[in-house]
């Protein structure tokens, strides 16, 4: 068995379903994002909006590396790894869970994912939104609605690249986290 790499579009469940999905299978569990922090004492979000893009790919690299050398010294060489939305556009650190893992593709539908972000967004003093991922911040949304729009091209474009990359693509719906975790498990 090799471990299992789950991605997908912020908010489909990818750290929530591999704390699930590891405890049934009795896997270690790995959180890119968590371990990109631990690494760098800075939010995800700090590295890519204060050192860049390229700083940013370079720590997910090195949390990805992390987890395949913490891998390789243990007897049961297989986890489940959680990731990043954005991973899809770092090829190194997809070169390197390649090597090691199947990947699954949590295809949340866009309006699910949507509300997740739009329900999450804050309004500043000053009107402005926060809360919101970095993609949408830079593009300046004045509404919620705004958020949206931006959100379905980003949705458009990240679906067809995670498909590409995926082994097994999974329909994450509203139905339970239990449900959802059964369904992951059935495609393995």
Do not use: W
Not at 1 to 30: D, N, Y
Not at 160 to 185: C, F, G, H, P, W
Request: charged share 30%; with cysteine.
């Amino acid at each position: 068995m090799k471990s299992i790499v789950l991605m997908g579009i912020k908010h489909c469940g990818k750290s929530t379903q591999g704390k699930i999905l590891a405890k049934k299978l009795e896997l270690p569990f790995f959180d890119t994002d968590s371990l990109i922090e631990e690494m760098n004492g800075m939010t995800c979000r700090q590295i890519y909006s204060e050192k860049g893009e390229a700083a940013f790919k370079t720590a997910e690299y090195q949390a990805c590396k992390k987890i395949k050398d913490d891998l390789a010294s243990k007897k049961n060489k297989c986890a489940v790894i959680a990731t990043g939305g954005g991973i899809c556009n770092n090829p190194e650190a997809i070169a390197l869970l390649k090597s090691i893992a199947e990947f699954i593709f949590l295809k949340t539908p866009e309006k699910l994912a949507a509300d997740r972000i739009v329900r999450e967004a804050k309004t500043d003093s000053q009107g402005n939104l926060t809360n919101i991922p970095a993609y949408i911040a830079k593009k300046n949304p004045r509404t919620k609605n705004d958020i949206r729009e931006i959100f379905h091209d980003f949705y458009t474009e990240r679906v067809k690249i995670y498909e590409e990359l995926a082994d097994t693509t999974v329909q994450m719906t509203d139905d339970s986290v239990e449900q959802n975790s059964d369904r992951i498990l059935c495609s393995i």
